[in-house]
């Protein structure tokens, strides 16, 4: 076997030796699509995950970081779907974006049926906040005052119109009883920190995005997190945020980080995968990780995940139509 | 003096042997990959950060391994500009306008020396800069909202007649060619596709590195092909005689190089600029003072000082709101940044408390990095040129190579290199009815931006259009872009420039 692992590393036909029937899944060659240039999320989750498996021993040699970037993971998407249909070396990197699109139809002609989804590995809450001189102290207040007058607050955010910024505040709208969500005012910027910025320089009222976006301006007293949009108060060092559900307005919002499989993957290839990133998330060493990039717990592997992700792509479809941005 | 204690400290961080190895590595490695056409500093950033993993680096020596590679590739795009005509990365593109014309006149050893100093003194005054006016540029960054960046905008195309060309009509009919396919891709205000064909490859819009490559480098290739060699004037041939300066050479563009530092550090500043809206401010100024008739474009030194200092002091100011806010001020320092994030450090206005190590590690090894840069690109540079002075017969296949290669590097996919061949033709079609390129990457580069900011003020204002002046600054802004864009059609009729067009602009 080993000497089958090497030639076809070797070879560099990862591909072709995969695809020869395995009995009881032993991985070879192993790769990760992160479907965006280095630097980004979903490039993070690939590198660190597959430092990680190799770490641990779970894979034979370490992972193979491939950046497959274009048309926000929609490239990587259809490369799979077409023509990595059966490898069972391979994941890919997947988030709340994969989600929000697969919803919005802007991977063209692709649904969610034609992967594996695997698992997730941990989750950046939401949070919507305002600059630390605004009048405004809770999330209630502020939706109240874009009830009043939806012009008066512009929310910033660092996702395009339809992305998951925007949705969040439009779910927290909803809760609140905003029944016109299309006339909530969202700017959309290049990322979270430009976001910020514009908020800091009063350039609008309000901010939605990540939390590990904010938490810095947070703690240097730039801004103040009006809730977050956690089931529960976090640990640690952000117990100190509130939730919008002990404001009252019943708002879960999770830029969840995960992974998803060929679709053609064979059964014990998969469920080789989602021991692997079941063993991952117990370990210590991504307890450090998840740690020091501010990801929070979020659990969920194999079947539960992939209802977790239809849930996800159920709710955004919903909101897109009501705004307009598909029919 | 706060600052000089912490810089201090800095020194002593940054003065270790392997800090230093590290910087030389960085400084040498990053003037080859500015020097190569097609490998700028946000890609060759991007490819060593692997390396920098690899090495099992703790933060500070690897972010002095990386912005050495950015300040390098800084000083590095100008050689090929000068020498080959080809821009070496997107910012030294307004340092072909004099560069390679100085070249062709023989003088290519003084252009390359005179834009090493322009380089090392704009490098050098931006990271003293950043060093004294990180708080405070901070709190002028945060006056610019999307009506202030579109006032900006707008100022640069404004003024843009003025650059590239002496034919104001076939300027127009670049930009708005630029402008054209800036708009390709999936709108950001609404998420809707614009002008992709269902084609998922074309959602995120025509990247600019790939069309860059495409116009100049591959359009030269053809050019080449056409000639097939009969030319002995070609662009390898060059002569470089001596890499000096004479001083009184020196005289005439050390004004120069200082206005241009500031101009090309606030444009650094500025996030979303970046050191190409750097160098380019800086030339048009430059060539605006200088009045027509002075030779801009037909191998000006103040024509390659200029842009050189711009985009050298636009990358030490794009530094300023990564380091203080989290905020990339170009393309390169997001990448800078996306690194920072991976090794656990969150810039932000807290990362001048926290990491006090990081942040005056890195402002130190600048300058020790500037100072190694002007030895290698002064006595030294011979060497890089001499990778350049390839035959052109042999260079060419190299440079389509290189292009090739580095633009499946950068995003993996075959579409690019497709969409690259096709950037080929027409950059080759549009050089032979003389149209010149610059102003088409400047409408790419710019014309995104200048759209999303329009629209996001007038998401804020509820369509109304009198936000885009409801500040002082913007009204100031719009001023100078009135100004910029008249003055030289009322100049011109006094002057009228009798200097060709130079093909490759």
Known sequence: ?327 | MDALASLAHGFAVALTLQNLGLAFVGCFLGTIIGALPGLGPSNGVAILIPLAFTLGLPATPAIILLTSVYYGAMYGGRISSILLNIPGDEPALMTTLDGHPMARKGQAGEALALSGIASFVGSLLATCGLVFLAPLLVRVALLFGPAEYFALFTLAFATLGGVASRNQAKSLIAAALGLGIALIGVDHQTGVPRFTFGNVHLYDGINFLVAIVGLFAISEVLLFLEHRGEGEHAPGKVALGRVTVPLAMLKRTWATMLRATGVGFLAGVLPGAGASLGSFIAYTLEKGLAGKGAGFGAGEPRGVAAPEAGNNAAAGGALVPMLALGVPGSGTTAVLLAMLLALNITPGPLLFQRNPDVVWGLIAALFIANVMLLLMNLPLVGLFVRVLRIPTRYLMPGVAMISFVGIYGISGSTFDLLEMIVFGVAGYLLRKLDVPLVPIILGILLGDQMEKNLRRALTISDGDWSILWGSWLAIAIWTLAIVGFLAPLVIGRFVRPKVKDTVAQ
Request: charged share 20%; with cysteine; hydrophobic share 45%.
């Open chain 1, 1 to 327: 076997m080993n000497k089958l692992a090497a030639a076809c590393a070797a070879s560099l036909l990862t591909a072709l030796c995969a695809s020869a029937p395995a009995v009881a899944f032993e991985p070879a060659a192993t790769e990760c699509i992160a479907p965006a240039n280095p630097g980004g999320g979903w490039d993070f989750t690939c590198r660190q995950v597959g430092k990680t498996l190799y770490d641990l021993k779970i894979v034979p040699s370490p992972v193979q970081v491939t950046n497959l970037s274009g048309g926000g993971g929609g490239v990587a998407y259809s490369e799979v779907v077409a023509k990595r249909d059966s490898d069972n070396d391979l994941i890919v990197a997947a988030s709340s974006a994969t989600s929000t699109r697969l919803a919005q139809g802007a991977y063209p002609g692709m649904t969610m049926g034609q992967v594996r989804w695997i698992g997730s590995i941990g989750a950046d809450y939401g949070v919507i906040a305002v600059a630390k001189d605004s009048p405004i102290k809770t999330l209630k207040e502020l939706l109240d005052k874009v009830k009043a007058d939806p012009s008066s607050v512009a929310f910033a955010g660092g996702s395009a119109v339809g992305g998951w910024d925007h949705l969040k505040v439009l779910i927290a709208a909803k809760a609140d009883g905003i029944d016109d969500i299309r006339k909530v005012k969202y700017v959309a910027f290049e990322g979270g920190g430009e976001a910020v910025t514009q908020l800091l320089g009063g350039h609008v009222q309000a901010f939605t995005g990540d939390l590990s976006e904010a938490k810095e301006f947070s703690d240097s007293g730039d801004i103040r997190i009006l809730a977050v949009l956690a089931p529960k108060r976090l640990p640690g060092d952000f117990a100190r945020f509130p939730t919008a559900k002990e404001q009252g307005l019943d708002v879960v919002g999770a830029n969840w980080r995960g992974f998803y499989a060929p679709g053609k993957m064979s059964d014990d290839a998969y469920a080789f995968w989602v021991e692997a990133v079941k063993k991952v998330y117990a370990s210590d060493e991504w307890k450090g990780i998840m740690k020091s990039s501010g990801l929070m717990p979020l659990d969920l592997d194999g079947a539960a995940f992939t209802a977790f992700v239809k849930d996800q792509i159920d709710k955004t479809t919903a909101i897109s139509k009501e705004i307009g941005l598909i029919k």
